[in-house]
């Protein structure tokens, strides 16, 4: 089975700070890889597909990058909304697995 | 506008028996494949099942297999996961997800919460 990890697990900024959260396969996976978001309480929203292709009806402010092990998730300027839990998620084979997930809050 | 909602979760013994359903609406069903994602309490999301628009490819993840079974029935707009052999570490919040493209979850249902206790 194919292994996401990401990082850092948590992190705390400021409104208006770009933030950047990694995720890393334990094989490439060419560009099979997707981004979600999930507020507190809430299903996870699909946010990033195919590394870098932003989902219809997601801020501009998210962006998506990288191919092979090595993928970023970028908030341009983080605000109040954006507090969440995000992760990766591959989808080269069966079965499908999901990053452990980072929790980004405001400072 | 796309509208999956799950039903049938509850206090289960272990050992036992449940099925989830999941009633969609707003686009054509039967042209799409459908996953079930759980998520343990306070826990990360895992991958559990795969059907096929058809029904004609199945997968289950090894945590589930041969104990759970995904099924759909497109004449009613609903897709269906039978779960026995119930554990402790089967409680969850599961969600249904429509699979947009492949691999790519682009809705899912509010998640119906599966809790394993004597």
Redesign the interface.
């Given at each position: 089975d194919i292994q996401l990890t990401q990082s850092p697990s948590s992190l705390s900024a400021s409104v208006g700070d770009r933030v950047t959260l990694t995720c890393q396969a334990s094989q490439d996976i060419r560009n099979?890889l997707?981004w979600?978001q999930?507020r507190p309480g809430k299903?996870?929203?699909?946010l990033i597909?195919?590394a870098s292709t932003l989902?219809t009806g997601v801020p501009s402010g998210f962006s998506g990058g990288g191919s092979g092990t090595n993928f970023t998730l970028t908030i341009t300027s983080l605000q109040p909304e954006d507090v969440a839990t995000y992760?990766c998620?591959?989808?080269d084979n069966?079965?499908?697995?999901?990053?452990?997930?980072t929790k980004v809050d405001i400072k | 506008e796309v509208h999956l909602v799950e039903s049938g979760g509850g206090l289960v013994q272990p050992g036992g028996s449940l099925r989830l359903s999941c009633a969609a609406s707003g686009f054509t069903f039967e042209s799409y494949s459908l996953?079930w994602?759980r998520q343990a309490p306070g826990k990360?999301?895992?991958?559990i099942s795969?059907i096929s628009a058809t029904s004609s490819t199945i997968?289950h993840?090894?945590s589930v297999k041969g104990r759970f079974t995904i099924s759909r029935d497109n004449a009613k707009n609903s897709l269906y996961l039978q779960m026995s052999s119930l554990r402790a570490e089967d409680t969850a919040v599961y969600?249904c997800a429509r699979e947009?493209?492949?691999?790519?979850?682009?809705f899912?249902?509010?998640?119906a919460l599966v809790t394993v206790s004597s």
């Open positions: 099979f997707n979600y999930q299903a996870p929203r699909l597909y195919g989902q992760y998620q591959h989808y069966v079965p499908i697995t999901f990053g452990p997930g | 996953n994602v990360g999301l895992e991958w795969y997968y993840a090894d969600y947009g493209q492949l691999g790519l979850f682009d899912w249902g509010q998640g």
